[in-house]
């Protein structure tokens, strides 16, 4: 059974934008929180962004200012904004729910017991 759908990542300039969306199970997206985490080649996972069920945002000091993070209620759907990207953004995003502390939802963390198939972001200079 398929929880998390993740889509909008392709390929940008440096500067450029672009916008991940997340369609979550019903089940999930009634959780204290989601985020979206990334990973790189040959790095580890890191936390982006995390929303909780009252519309609170956090966000990794790296993407502050340029990433925003917001919900559709409607459509138990996730957003991830990103602009001014640059090439270090490069990576796979995940979207995930279903926090195991509260790490991941300040953002910092990929801690959750669901995550989606991940969609790649490349950022050209």
């Known amino acids: 059974q398929v929880q998390l759908v993740e889509s909008g990542g392709g390929s940008v300039q440096a500067g450029g934008s672009l916008r991940l969306t997340c369609v979550a199970a019903?089940?999930?997206?009634?959780?204290?929180?989601m985020g979206w985490f990334r990973q790189a080649p040959g790095k580890e996972r890191q936390g982006v962004a995390a929303?909780?069920?009252?519309?609170?945002?956090s966000y990794a000091d790296s993407v502050k200012g340029r990433f925003t993070i917001s919900k559709d209620n409607t459509k138990n759907t996730l957003y991830l904004q990103m602009n001014s990207l640059k090439p270090e953004d490069t990576a796979m995003y995940y979207c995930?729910?279903?926090?195991?502390?509260?790490?991941?939802?300040?953002?910092?963390?990929?801690?959750?017991?669901?995550r989606g198939q991940g969609t790649q972001v490349t950022v050209s200079s």
């Open positions: 929303m909780r069920s009252d519309g609170r945002t």
């Open positions: 019903a089940y999930i997206y009634s959780g204290n929180c």
């Open positions: 995930a729910a279903d926090p195991q502390n509260w790490r991941a939802c300040e953002g910092k963390t990929d801690e959750y017991n669901y």
